[in-house]
């Protein structure tokens, strides 16, 4: 068996690829190898397992180990994937899914990683989508934007407001997630309240289906007849396909955009106000209830809060 191991304070952490375990898969490991290297060039696959470690962490604060086995006390051992590829166009991605159909080997799509869900416990191929970054066209007419589902939202946004526009869609984890992986977790930004999550945001789509041919949805706004497809893709945590080019709406960029705090006495007051505002439509671009706790520590400790206002808040012992 083939296991490296790190150890550091009595514990030790043991990594290994799926098939290096596996002394009677090493050819096929190596043939596979080699048909990658084929489609996306040599510098483009990875099987070095220390560079493959750092797709089992997560993005969180402390870098929360994805998956691991306990084998003792103190021992823990993760079974990784064998290859990391970074493709640069929806063919080579078309051409990795095939060859994986072929050797009948897993493959997970791969954006920011800042959601918790992706792993390889069977091994396979990590399909790295980060080259795919491109932005294709910006519709300054239509209000669209089309964009490969690699790129980072904050150098698309970046790249949006140059041109007086907006994506509209900020969840926390916007300067480390990609277009492909917002869509893949079906996320929610702080202005949905508004704008809507990233379902209500996507046009069109590209996606590399499992047996590597290619379906491409009409970029309109809305369908008259049949099912709308892109909903059966978004949300689907790679799991039906891999996506790799996307069409947005964009907005111009306001030219003002005001936010307030209101100070209620408690939570159920707190949660009655916001009813009311949904209910009666009044569409703010972001609403949001802090407890207590969250009242103080955000407004309070980061001096958010200025006299009289402060004097106020410190008045209100409880408030949200
Ligand atoms: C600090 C922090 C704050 C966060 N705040 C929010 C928040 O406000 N709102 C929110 O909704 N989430 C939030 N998240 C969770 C996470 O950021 C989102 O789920 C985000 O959508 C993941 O994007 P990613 O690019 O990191 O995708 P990844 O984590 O790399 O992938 C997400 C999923 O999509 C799949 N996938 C990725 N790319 C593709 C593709 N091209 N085709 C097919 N499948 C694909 C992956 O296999 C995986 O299952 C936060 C996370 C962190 C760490």
Do not use: W
Request: contains cysteine; proline residues 6%.
């Amino acid at each position: 068996m083939f296991y490296k191991t790190i150890e550091k304070d009595k514990l030790k952490l043991s990594f290994t690829s799926y098939m290096r375990r596996r002394p009677e898969l090493e050819e096929k490991r190596l043939e596979i190898h080699t048909a990658l290297s084929k489609i996306v060039g040599k510098e483009d696959v990875v099987t070095e397992e220390s560079q493959l470690l750092s797709y089992h962490y997560s993005q969180l604060p402390g870098g929360i180990p994805l998956r691991r086995t306990t084998v003792a006390k103190g021992m823990y051992v993760i079974v990784m994937a064998d290859f990391a590829v970074y493709p640069e166009t929806t063919e080579e991605v078309q051409e990795i899914v095939k060859l994986a159909n072929q050797y009948i080997i897993p493959i997970v799509p791969f954006a920011g990683g800042s959601g918790l869900g992706i792993t390889a416990p069977s091994g396979g191929i990590i399909l790295d989508l980060k080259k795919l970054d491109r932005i294709i066209d910006i519709d300054e007419i239509s209000h669209t934007v089309t964009v490969e589902a690699g790129i980072y939202v904050f150098d698309l946004e970046n790249e949006l407001n140059k041109r007086g526009f907006e994506l509209e869609h900020y969840p926390a984890s916007y300067f480390c997630s990609c277009i492909g992986g917002f869509i893949g977790d079906r996320s929610a930004g702080r202005l949905s309240t508004k704008y809507g999550k990233i379902e209500k945001m996507v046009l069109g789509m590209k996606v590399v289906l499992p047996n590597g041919k290619l379906i491409d949805t009409p970029k309109v706004p809305a369908h008259a007849v049949g099912p709308d497809l892109n909903n059966l893709f978004i949300g689907m945590g790679g799991t039906l396909g891999v996506t790799t080019e996307v069409t947005l709406k964009i907005y111009p960029k306001p030219e003002k955009r005001t936010f307030k705090s209101f100070l209620l006495p408690d939570l159920d007051s707190g949660f009655e106000a916001m009813r009311k505002i949904m209910q009666e439509d009044l569409n703010p671009c972001m609403a949001r209830l802090y407890d207590p706790i969250e009242t103080n520590s955000q407004l309070f400790k980061y001096h958010l809060v200025t006299p009289p206002s402060r004097e106020k808040l410190e008045s209100m012992p409880g408030c949200c």
